[in-house]
């Protein structure tokens, strides 16, 4: 089957003319849909308190997410409390860290970041490991890291801060007038599953970012027809544009 339509489960860049989706569009003659799976629901300044996070106790924070970011100076500016200079932060990557210039100067902080991966990250926190860590993010956080943080014996709390929850999409999304459907994490999957419980995938293409997404295709029941990143695929894009590559030769061929 030629693909012709693909619905991605992230949000419309601002100027899509910039990314290789437009390039995609053009070489393949494909129309890409962007929408929003999730959302994120704040957790209150006072629901941490009764988890019992003080932030001023923490002399350093782990950022794993743009999102961990905002909500920590959310919650920072709901507890009132003003974030000090000699705060570290640690970041999984560079463009995470450099998100940072949004809430401090970030020239005048101590900030730490890895190449991409989690393991990246530790090692460098393995070097501070008289910090005490504040790791923030979202409810559905990943098991494996914290596995990870308590493996490397640091010293580090979990404050849950923002909760992913399913967007309402059974208004807004026909998902069967699409024959390729990306998704980048395991709360998107479900999001399909809530708004769409009598899906069939048939010959539909589905595609997932990170090991956690892809087992969650297979865990729910899919079919997993690509994925990314791969050793060839580094990004979602490169993988979606292999398996259009491929699937244009099969129809080349028939």
Same mark, same amino acid.
Do not use: W
């Given at each position: 089957?030629?693909? $012709?339509?693909?619905?991605?489960?992230?949000?419309?860049?601002?100027?899509?003319?910039?990314?290789?989706?437009?390039?995609?569009?053009?070489?393949?003659?494909?129309?890409?849909?962007?929408?929003?799976?999730?959302?994120?629901?704040?957790?209150?300044?006072?629901? /941490?308190?009764?988890?019992?996070?003080?932030?001023?106790?923490?002399?350093?924070?782990?950022?794993?997410?743009?999102?961990?970011?905002?909500?920590?100076?959310?919650?920072?500016?709901?507890?009132?409390?003003?974030?000090?200079?000699?705060?570290?932060?640690?970041?999984?990557?560079?463009?995470?860290?450099?998100?940072?210039?949004?809430?401090?100067?970030?020239?005048?902080?101590?900030?730490?970041?890895?190449?991409?991966?989690?393991?990246?990250?530790?090692?460098?926190?393995?070097?501070? $490991?008289?910090?005490?860590? !504040?790791?923030?993010?979202?409810?559905?956080?990943?098991?494996?890291?914290?596995?990870?943080?308590?493996?490397?014996? /640091?010293?580090?709390?979990?404050?849950?801060?923002?909760?992913?929850?399913?967007?309402?999409?059974?208004?807004?999304?026909?998902?069967?007038?699409?024959?390729?459907?990306?998704?980048?994490?395991?709360?998107?999957?479900?999001? !399909?599953?809530?708004?769409?419980?009598?899906?069939?995938?048939?010959?539909?293409?589905?595609?997932?970012?990170?090991?956690?997404?892809?087992?969650?295709?297979?865990?729910?029941?899919?079919?997993?027809?690509?994925?990314?990143?791969?050793?060839?695929?580094?990004?979602?894009?490169?993988?979606?544009?292999?398996?259009?590559?491929?699937?244009?030769? $099969?129809? $080349?061929?028939?």
């Amino acid at each position: 089957m030629k693909i $012709k339509s693909i619905l991605v489960s992230q949000p419309k860049p601002a100027d899509i003319s910039k990314t290789p989706f437009a390039d995609m569009m053009k070489k393949y003659g494909v129309n890409i849909t962007f929408e929003k799976f999730i959302k994120l629901d704040a957790v209150s300044a006072s629901e /941490l308190r009764q988890e019992h996070i003080k932030l001023p106790e923490y002399t350093a924070i782990i950022l794993t997410s743009r999102n961990a970011i905002d909500h920590f100076f959310r919650v920072a500016k709901e507890m009132r409390y003003t974030v000090p200079e000699t705060l570290k932060y640690f970041c999984i990557n560079e463009s995470t860290a450099f998100y940072l210039q949004r809430y401090v100067q970030y020239r005048k902080r101590k900030v730490f970041y890895g190449s991409q991966t989690l393991n990246d990250l530790i090692d460098i926190m393995k070097k501070h $490991k008289d910090e005490k860590y !504040l790791y923030c993010c979202s409810d559905i956080s990943s098991d494996a890291t914290l596995d990870l943080l308590n493996a490397a014996k /640091l010293n580090f709390t979990k404050a849950v801060m923002f909760r992913t929850v399913s967007a309402d999409l059974k208004d807004k999304v026909k998902i069967n007038d699409y024959d390729m459907l990306v998704f980048f994490s395991p709360a998107g999957i479900l999001s !399909l599953k809530e708004n769409f419980p009598e899906f069939v995938q048939n010959e539909v293409a589905i595609g997932g970012f990170g090991d956690a997404t892809c087992q969650a295709i297979v865990d729910q029941g899919f079919e997993l027809n690509f994925r990314a990143p791969t050793a060839t695929a580094h990004s979602m894009t490169m993988a979606m544009e292999e398996y259009l590559a491929a699937e244009n030769k $099969k129809s $080349k061929k028939k």
